[in-house]
């Protein structure tokens, strides 16, 4: 089945720095990717919708200067945290589709930022 | 109102019990409905999913969709102690052409042995 690669799985940085996720379409490609965040015992909250080779659409109330969503190819998207404060400390999940007309969605494993 | 909505729950059940999980949404055009399990600390991991009313069957787990309703459920059965995980409702809206899925608040289910 199709596997999504998100990594790193858990990153600790100190306030203020900026911190790279990555997440990998490793066996189809995904014009369609997904970020959510999901704060401990709540459910998960879409951040943004990047296409591949288009600008990031951001749900209202998500920071676009803050979060940074970079879609260059069809296996590969990354979220930025710039200038990451404690209050972004979360759990950043990534999704991806294949295209339209694909109903599956795939989720990486999630990455863990805690901003100290 | 909220897009999609479940019970937090928690919906405890005995071993071997039928557990019931419920979902509605609001918007009516919808056309993809689907059953995630999260543990904690993990991604999210799909059950089912679902796209015409009626129920679908896989293995223990049954997906019933009313879209005049606006309901999905998941039935459990033969719960087993490794069922206990939140369970995660989440519909692909219509009213978005980027087939974004949103998610219900989740339900924690355990299973007591």
């Known amino acids: 089945g199709a596997v999504v690669s998100q990594h790193p799985s858990r990153v600790i940085c100190k306030s203020g720095t900026s911190v790279k996720i990555e997440c990998r379409s490793l066996d189809f490609q995904a014009t369609t990717m997904f970020w959510y965040r999901q704060f401990p015992k709540k459910s998960l909250m879409l951040m943004a919708t990047?296409?591949?080779?288009?600008?990031?659409?951001?749900e209202q109330g998500v920071e676009k200067d803050k979060f940074l969503i970079n879609h260059a190819s069809l296996t590969l998207s990354t979220l930025t945290v710039t200038s990451a404060h404690p209050e972004d400390s979360s759990f950043y999940i990534c999704?991806?589709?294949?295209?339209?007309?694909?109903?599956?969605?795939?989720f990486g494993s999630g990455t863990r930022l805690t901003v100290v | 109102q909220k897009e999609v909505e479940q019970n937090s729950g928690p919906l405890s059940v005995p071993e071997g019990a039928i557990a019931s999980l419920n979902c509605t949404y609001s918007?009516?055009?919808?056309?993809?409905f689907f059953w995630y399990r999260q543990y904690s600390g993990k991604s999210p991991e799909l059950i089912m999913s679902?796209?015409?009313?009626g129920d679908k069957e896989d293995g223990r787990f049954t997906a019933q969709l009313n879209k005049a309703s606006q309901y999905v459920s998941l039935l459990i059965r033969d719960s087993q102690p490794s069922d206990s995980a939140t369970y995660l409702c989440a519909v692909n809206l219509i009213s978005s052409n980027t087939g974004k899925l949103i998610f219900g608040q989740g339900t924690t289910l355990q299973v007591k042995p």
């Open positions: 999704s991806a589709r294949e295209g339209p007309g694909h109903y599956g969605y795939t």
């Open positions: 679902i796209y015409s009313n």
């Open positions: 990047s296409n591949e080779g288009s600008k990031a659409t951001y």
């Open positions: 918007d009516r055009g919808s056309q993809s």
